[in-house]
């Protein structure tokens, strides 16, 4: 099947509430989903990410603008003729029905004969890799066999786009790993325009090939996982977007989009997209785990602190930090002939001056 794009051309949907009157869900956001692109929704909860997926869905229908799947406009259409798939986070088997027939429910409505039922539901299972288990109910399966069961149900009637809402919340963390392999290995061997929502940071980087970054009903940023993590816009999308340190600093001088700013007893030189930057103001100076390094500590130190916490992860060791008027993270790899800080030691914290980065809220 040839992969198609899909196009959100300006779609805002408001809701009533009782107390506070309309309240804004989406205001107003576009986008084009690429063919064959899996595309992720990313936000905290009530920033709009499902209210899109459902507007796109045909679930709810937008208070204004278009959505567009190839070069059809389906905003008026019922959800059931806009030839989409859907996985939902509980993923709404029948528990009452076998597997088979759990998968073949969509090609039953659609009164396709038994042969062809037979064969597409077959390709389905073999997709998930739940050969075998036509058989079976959904109380005999695992969480992870249920979503990939709800994942065949999706796909057996060969939609042009597929949507997931929050499709591994329910499983654990050793699932949701491997679930979510599975997703995308499926999503690149159909080609399929999918449409992804969750609201777990790392889940969207693995599995993306673009995010789009939602607050309040608006898009923030839209982009890679590494366009996102090296390149945030604001400090919303830095702090959502991994593990990042927000260290107080005095803002000292300003010129040609950089600025001087003193940390501890060191003065660092920033390049700043923040605006309205004064001498003498308080900033924060953001800076990932991974610059930041700890040494041995030095009467030369200009910034230096107490290990609060050290944790053994394996491949690395992450360290929790106190310094004076602020605490940072440092993630490091997993000494080998590397020094070994130990809880309560004094250390030297050298900042990745060329890492560090100061953006608008």
Request: proline share 4%.
């Amino acid at each position: 099947m040839e992969s198609v794009s899909v196009r959100l051309d300006n779609i805002a949907k408001s809701y009533t509430h009782a107390v506070k009157g309309l309240v804004p869900a989406v205001n107003g956001i576009s986008l084009t989903v690429e063919p064959g692109e899996l595309l992720t929704f990313l936000g905290p909860s009530g920033c709009g990410k499902t209210t899109t997926l459902r507007m796109v869905a045909g679930f709810e229908a937008p208070d204004s603008g278009k959505v567009i799947i190839g070069d059809r406009d389906v905003t008026t259409l019922m959800a059931n003729k806009r030839d989409i798939g859907f996985v939902f986070q509980n993923y709404a088997l029948f528990p009452h029905l076998s597997i088979y027939e759990n998968v073949a429910y969509g090609l039953k409505i659609r009164n396709v004969n038994k042969k062809e039922m037979n064969a597409q539901v077959a390709e389905a299972l073999s997709l998930v890799r739940l050969d075998g288990f036509e058989n079976q109910f959904p109380h005999q399966m695992s969480g992870g066999e249920q979503q990939r069961v709800a994942l065949a149900r999706a796909v057996v009637v060969r939609p042009k786009v597929l949507l997931l809402d929050e499709p591994l919340s329910n499983l654990d963390a050793k699932l949701r790993v491997s679930t979510r392999g599975e997703i995308r290995r499926l999503q690149k061997a159909l080609s399929i325009s999918t449409i992804y929502v969750t609201h777990d940071q790392e889940e969207a980087m693995a599995i993306s090939d673009r995010i789009v970054v939602m607050d309040h009903g608006d898009i923030v940023q839209i982009g890679t996982a590494e366009d996102l993590y090296y390149n945030p816009r604001t400090e919303f999308v830095a702090k959502f977007i991994g593990r990042i340190n927000a260290i107080p600093g005095k803002i000292i001088g300003v010129a040609n989009g950089r600025a001087e700013v003193r940390i501890g007893g060191g003065v660092f030189s920033i390049t700043s997209a923040a605006k309205h930057l004064e001498p003498g103001s308080g900033t924060n100076v953001l800076l990932r785990p991974e610059s930041v390094r700890l040494e041995e500590i030095t009467d030369q130190a200009e910034v230096s602190g107490t290990v609060a916490e050290r944790v053994f992860l394996g491949a690395k060791v992450e360290y929790t930090v106190e310094s004076e008027g602020f605490t940072v993270s440092v993630s490091a790899h997993a000494p080998v002939d590397q020094k070994v800080f130990r809880e309560n030691e004094k250390v030297r914290i050298v900042l990745d001056e060329n890492q560090m980065q100061m953006l608008e809220e």
